[in-house]
């Protein structure tokens, strides 16, 4: 096979990922008009490891992680996203390892991306750690974001078996929120950190919807993106005091 055709190959397959939805959502009738792709949660976790990251000051390799957490999903291009509610994790670990063999067959560095798939999976490094605990929080934190626009609906959950689950159940009957009952489940499923704890338990007692268009008025890019249709570039340029717009490094 040419390289060209490798690539292209490999990266249709990724591409998929774009287009399935995250099953837990669908498990849960989340109503809105577009729901979160694992494309999406991919990227979502990323950016995730990168703000835990700067903000507690871990010490160990990010771009591993990143780089890590970029082909951690691979497995579901073949075999779908089962949740841990829909098939045993040992089974799920030898058809996924598998699936990631065939998507990688014709990949150049498949050993190096093989590699770091299995210690993602095994969590024994600080990094695959670091990394799990991410993938973990980012789905509690986006449940949460959910609520925050009503999107589930507790009293209209037909066909929905992860409700029967006993420790889903006993949460819910507290009397606790859909996202709230997530993120206390991460908490007492996985072996977080304080920091993970931390801002699992700030998720759970806080609103953290952010509107993205009132944070660009407030920082004042509504204000230059005006400026710079109405203006001339010389003009804008020395209005925002450059004489150029800096070069990347």
Not at 16 to 25: A, N, Q
Not at 51 to 75: F, P, Q, R
Request: glycine residues 4%.
């Amino acid at each position: 096979m040419e390289k060209a055709a490798k690539v292209l190959e490999c990266y249709a397959l990724c591409n998929s990922l774009k287009k399935v939805v995250r099953t837990g959502w669908k498990d849960w009738h989340v109503n809105r008009e577009r729901v979160e792709s694992i494309a999406e949660h991919v990227y979502g976790v990323q950016m995730l490891a990168i703000l835990m990251h700067s903000t507690y000051g871990y010490d160990l390799d990010l771009k591993k992680v990143i780089m890590m957490l970029a082909v951690h999903e691979m497995e579901e291009i073949l075999m779908g996203d089962l949740t841990q509610f829909q098939i045993d994790r040992d089974i799920k670990e030898i058809i996924g390892h598998r699936a990631v063999e065939a998507v990688l067959k014709n990949f150049a560095s498949k050993e190096e991306l093989r590699e770091l798939i299995y210690e993602f999976d095994e969590r024994k490094t600080p990094e695959a750690k670091f990394a799990y605990y991410c993938d973990k929080l980012e789905c509690d934190i986006q449940s949460k974001l959910y609520d925050e626009e009503g999107c589930v609906d507790l009293n209209d959950q037909e066909g929905n078996k992860t409700m029967e689950d006993p420790a889903v159940k006993a949460l819910l009957a507290t009397g606790m929120t859909w996202s709230q009952m997530w993120l206390q489940f991460g908490r007492d499923r996985y072996p977080y950190d304080k920091n993970f704890f931390e801002v699992s338990e700030y998720a759970s007692n806080h609103n953290i919807s952010v509107e993205p268009k009132e944070y660009a008025k407030e920082n004042g890019i509504i204000d230059l993106l005006e400026y710079a249709r109405t203006h001339s570039k010389e003009e804008f340029l020395e209005y925002v005091g450059e004489t150029q717009p800096k070069k990347a490094m």
